[in-house]
């Protein structure tokens, strides 16, 4: 790290200017122990250097060890998408494919491997001639397993719709291809012919004549990896003049799939390929209805439950439930499982694609029944108003507690009969004699007790009347209340704070 700092690597980089082997060779040797470890990477990711440039034009070169050094530095600058779209920019494909043949064969194929991940690279080995030199690399290998890079190249490039038709042109590629992965029990090799598979039109429909071979090796081949690729073969062969059908019940495989779609049953990759096979066989409405008619919609469902949370699982058994609401034959059988209910909590799932498929599921299912219709439309409306819904549910529940407590939001304390005791209001000193049923004084005790002690205007309080209505004026002029009671001082009422005097 300190020599990276140092600009170790752009005083190199300079030095690839010079014409001496000795000094190229040591520097793309140093150049290529620094580029070992990712974080040390960024300075030839620097545009001034011109890294990948400069070095692609010792490919290729007359001494050995130089290129060597080279191709090896190419393979460590290659995991970075940005160096390899550089590689692709100052023409260094070609030059790569090449090499193919010399003894460098095996740096070679790993850095095409890493270009031939990017799919805006895949297109541009149509232009080379990387297919047919690969295919007979595999077609000619003398060993039971070709190399892993070159199937790895493989199969990337199968993944291009033009380069599958290349290597089915090739010279019968695809019988080449079969003839081998079914001999040597090839996962590797399998897996390039199920990316050729995955293209549809001549290149798919050249697979008829082998979707026996194909059926026969799921229930017979005891290799489960092949198993898995053979079953992801079969899945992407979507032709509409197959009768899955009878293929499945010619080689048994409708017994051998109910068993594999049990969870837990098997691992996880091939109940996912089973699932694939499933899916595409439904896309036929009488296979549809045969494997309705033998559990399979309640197999699908059950492992939707135990899967509910792997989106990949999720989305496919969603797809396969999209092909069955499709047909009316198994559209009931679908609507009478728990499969529409896991469809409307997924609705508006995280993951687009899985939304994109049980949206595409409910429509058609409201279509045709109208009361899953409304409880589509009902859950829709819910979410898009979501938020006007939770403001609706909580001013209903401060409505509710304002009606339980009262105005003054007191509490449920109010609610424990406070207001039924009034010895808490006028002490202990008055007994349930001077109290009527009710709770409030009687009438003896406010003749006797108030009036007659002079206590009218303390009793009264508040309540007194403004004196131009009631109070009136006694035989020596002074006034009186509406109880013929003096209201000054020296008549038995004193005059202190608080009195009916003070107040008005």
């Not at 899985?354 to 409201?366: F, G, P, Y």
């Not at 035989?475 to 008005?504: A, H, I, K, W």
Request: a negative charge.
């Amino acid at each position: 790290m300190k020599m990276v700092n140092k600009n170790v690597v752009g005083m190199l980089v300079k030095s690839l200017e010079r014409d001496g082997v000795e000094l190229l060779l040591l520097a793309v040797t140093f150049l290529k122990k620094l580029s070992m470890f990712r974080r040390e990477q960024e300075p030839y990711l620097q545009a001034d250097l011109n890294v990948v440039e400069k070095v692609s034009k010792l490919v290729p070169c007359e001494n050995p060890d130089l290129l060597n050094a080279t191709l090896r530095l190419l393979l460590n600058l290659s995991f970075d998408s940005e160096l390899r779209g550089k590689m692709i920019k100052v023409g260094l494909l070609p030059k790569l494919v090449s090499l193919i043949h010399s003894k460098h064969r095996v740096i070679v194929l790993s850095i095409l491997y890493h270009i031939s991940m990017d799919d805006r690279c895949k297109s541009l080995f149509t232009y080379t001639d990387c297919i047919p030199i690969v295919m007979k690399l595999v077609m000619d290998c003398e060993e039971e397993h070709a190399e892993i890079e070159l199937l790895a190249l493989c199969a990337n490039l199968a993944a291009n719709r033009r380069n599958a038709q290349l290597m089915c042109e090739a010279g019968g590629g695809l019988r080449l291809l079969m003839r081998r992965a079914f001999r040597f029990k090839d996962c590797l090799l399998m897996k390039v012919v199920r990316s050729v598979a995955q293209h549809d039109g001549p290149t798919r429909n050249l697979f008829v004549e082998y979707v026996s071979d194909l059926a026969n090796a799921v229930v017979r081949c005891d290799s489960e990896d092949f198993i898995i690729e053979v079953l992801g073969c079969l899945a992407n062969l979507v032709i509409a003049d197959l009768d899955y059908e009878l293929l499945l019940r010619e080689y048994e495989l409708v017994p051998w799939l109910r068993e594999r779609l049990r969870p837990g049953a098997v691992d996880d990759d091939l109940i996912m390929e089973c699932v694939l096979l499933v899916s595409t066989c439904c896309s036929d409405d009488q296979c549809a209805t045969m494997l309705a008619n033998e559990g399979f919609v309640t197999a699908l469902v059950d492992l939707l439950h135990a899967k509910q949370e792997d989106d990949e699982f999720v989305c496919q058994l969603m797809h396969c439930c999209y092909r069955l609401v499709r047909h009316p034959q198994t559209r009931a059988r679908v609507l009478r499982t728990h499969a529409p209910d896991y469809m409307l909590d997924l609705m508006f799932d995280p993951n687009p694609v899985v939304r994109s498929v049980v949206n595409d599921t409910l429509e058609i299912i409201a279509e045709h029944d109208e009361t899953w219709a409304k409880k589509i439309q009902s859950e829709r409306f819910r979410h898009h108003n979501e938020n006007w819904l939770d403001m609706v549910e909580s001013r209903q529940a401060e409505d509710t507690a304002h009606d339980m407590y009262g105005e003054d939001e007191i509490g449920p304390y109010l609610q424990e009969g406070m207001l039924d005791r009034p010895d808490l209001f006028y002490g202990e000193g008055h007994d349930s004699v001077t109290l009527q049923g009710d709770g409030n004084l009687s009438p003896d005790y406010v003749v006797d007790e108030v009036f007659s002690n002079g206590g009218a205007a303390e009793f009264l309080g508040h309540h007194a009347y403004p004196r131009s209505e009631f109070e009136v004026d006694d035989q020596y002029d002074r006034p009186m209340n509406p109880f013929g009671q003096p209201t000054v001082p020296g008549y038995g009422v004193s005059n202190l704070e608080g009195s009916f005097v003070d107040r008005f």
